[in-house]
C-alpha cells in the first residue's frame, strides 16, 4: 500500500486531507510540524510527502532542504500545500527541488491528479534507471546521492562543476564544421565525473534540469559569440531542450535576453527537441514552437523515428531540421531496411526543404552511404567524440576537414 506523509500544522486542514487519502485507501502518516515530519520521513520511508510551506519554526522549504541532506530521503516525491502563489515561492521550492506545487484552497481532484502524476514519474524513473544500471541491486542508493549532491551543488551555485563539450557536426560533402551540438557534463566535487545519462534523467525528473538548461543556454550563446567573432560567422551551436524547458512560462524571454546580451543572432542556435517531447503534450509543444520560430531561431527535431507522432505531424511542426536516429545508420551497410527507412527520411525532409544530419556514424562505410543519400550533415564518432572548449576551438579555428 502506497505510503503518504502529511506535514501540515492546521489541524482542520491536515485531517481533511488524510479522510481523502484514507478513502482512496493510502496508508497516512501525520505530523503536525516540520521536526515531527523530517523524523516520520527518516523513520517511516513514506512514498510520497505532502508539506505545508508556512509552518512555525521549520517551514516547507527547510523541511525540503533537510531531507535533500539525506541519501534515505532525498529522493521521495514532494508536494508543497501552500495559500502562497506568488511566482517567486513557486519558482525557489521547484529550484529546491519539490515534484509540484497546491495552491489551497485545491480540489480533491487536483490533489489526486498531483499525487498519482509524482507516484507515476517516481516508478518510470525508477524502471529507467533499473534498466540502465548493470547492479540493479544498488540503483536506488546511487539515485539518492545523486540527486542529494546535485541539490547541494545548484544550491551553493557550484555552476563551475559544470562544463560544456561540443561534438562538431559537419557538411557532408566537404567535411567541414558548420555547427556543434552542445553537450552538459558534471564533474562533481563529491562524486567526480557524472555521465549525461545519469545526470539529464535525474535533472528532468527533479525539475532541476531548469537552472541547469537556463546556465547552458547562457555558457553557449557566450561561446558561440566568442567563435563567430573569431571568424567563423556562420557557425551555429545546438542545444538539447526538455519538454519541463519548452513548457516553462518564461522560457522564451529568457532564451532572447541570453541571445541579447551577447549580440547574437537567433540564427546561431538551433535548439533540438525529441519526438518524446512533442509526443507528451503536442498543442504546446507546437505552439512554443511557431513562437521560437517567429524569433528566428532554429528548430531540429532529434532522434527522428523513433517516435509515434512526428511523422503524422511533420507538416505541421515549425522545423529547419530533422537529425536520424542513430538507430538507422548503424550498420546501415549491412541492413536493407535501415537503408531504405533512411533513404526515404531524406528524400522526405528534402521534399519538406528541411536539412537532415545522420547522428552516429561511426565508420567510413557509414559515412560514404550516407552521403551517397545526399544527406546534408553529419555528426558521430567517426568525425569527433564530443571535446571541451580549448579541443573543439583547435578544430574550428584551423578549419580542419574531418573527413580528410
Not at 498519482?116 to 533499473?130: A, F, H, N, P, V
Not at 558521430?380 to 579555428?397: I, M
Request: with cysteine; proline share 3%.
Amino acid at each position: 500500500m502506497t505510503k503518504i506523509l502529511v506535514i501540515e500544522d492546521e489541524e482542520s486542514v491536515r485531517e481533511n486531507i488524510l479522510d481523502l487519502l484514507e478513502a482512496e485507501n493510502f496508508e497516512t502518516l501525520a505530523a503536525a510540524n516540520g521536526k515531527i515530519g523530517l523524523d516520520l520521513a527518516v523513520s517511516e520511508a513514506p512514498d510520497l510527502i505532502l508539506c505545508d510551506l508556512m509552518m512555525p519554526n521549520i517551514d516547507g522549504y527547510e523541511v525540503l532542504k533537510k531531507l535533500n541532506l539525506q541519501a534515505s530521503t532525498a529522493t521521495i516525491p514532494f508536494i508543497f500545500l501552500t495559500a502562497r502563489n506568488a511566482k517567486a515561492d513557486v519558482r525557489q521550492g521547484m529550484d529546491l527541488g519539490a515534484d509540484d506545487y497546491l495552491t489551497k484552497p485545491f480540489t480533491r481532484s487536483e490533489l489526486l491528479n498531483a499525487i498519482m502524476s509524482r507516484l507515476e514519474k517516481q516508478t518510470d524513473d525508477i524502471k529507467y534507471l533499473s534498466k540502465n544500471n548493470q547492479n540493479s541491486a544498488r540503483f536506488l542508493p546511487e539515485l539518492q546521492i545523486l540527486k542529494s549532491s546535485l541539490l547541494r551543488t545548484l544550491a551553493k551555485r557550484k555552476l563551475r562543476e559544470f562544463q560544456v563539450h561540443y561534438q562538431p557536426i559537419v557538411d557532408t560533402t566537404s567535411g567541414s564544421i558548420v555547427a556543434a551540438e552542445s553537450l552538459v557534463r558534471w564533474q562533481s566535487s563529491e562524486l567526480g565525473l557524472i555521465s549525461p545519462a545519469e545526470l539529464i534523467p535525474l535533472a528532468e525528473s527533479t525539475g532541476l534540469i531548469i537552472p541547469i538548461g537556463e546556465w547552458l543556454i547562457e555558457n553557449v550563446c557566450n561561446q558561440t559569440k566568442i567563435w563567430q567573432d573569431a571568424g567563423c560567422k556562420d557557425f551555429y551551436a545546438t542545444i538539447n531542450i526538455s519538454i519541463n524547458q519548452l513548457v516553462e512560462q518564461d522560457f522564451v524571454s529568457k532564451l532572447l535576453i541570453s541571445l541579447a546580451e551577447n549580440n547574437l543572432h537567433p540564427s546561431s542556435l538551433e535548439l533540438e527537441i525529441t519526438e518524446g517531447v512533442i509526443e507528451h503534450d503536442m498543442n504546446t509543444a507546437i505552439n512554443r514552437m511557431q513562437e521560437l520560430q517567429s524569433h528566428g531561431l532554429k528548430l531540429s527535431i532529434d532522434d527522428f523515428g523513433t517516435g509515434n507522432s512526428s511523422l503524422i505531424y511533420l507538416k505541421q511542426l515549425p522545423i529547419n531540421t530533422l537529425k536520424i536516429d542513430h538507430y538507422f545508420v548503424h550498420n546501415i551497410d549491412k541492413d536493407r531496411q535501415k537503408l531504405a527507412i533512411t533513404k526515404g527520411i531524406i528524400e522526405m525532409a528534402h521534399n519538406l526543404d528541411l536539412q537532415v544530419v545522420a547522428e552516429g556514424v561511426e565508420t567510413r562505410t557509414e559515412f560514404n552511404i550516407i552521403k551517397a543519400l545526399k544527406c546534408d550533415k553529419t555528426q558521430g564518432y567517426l568525425l569527433s567524440h564530443p571535446l571541451p572548449v580549448a579541443e573543439f576551438e583547435e578544430l574550428l579555428l584551423t578549419n580542419q576537414c574531418l573527413l580528410a
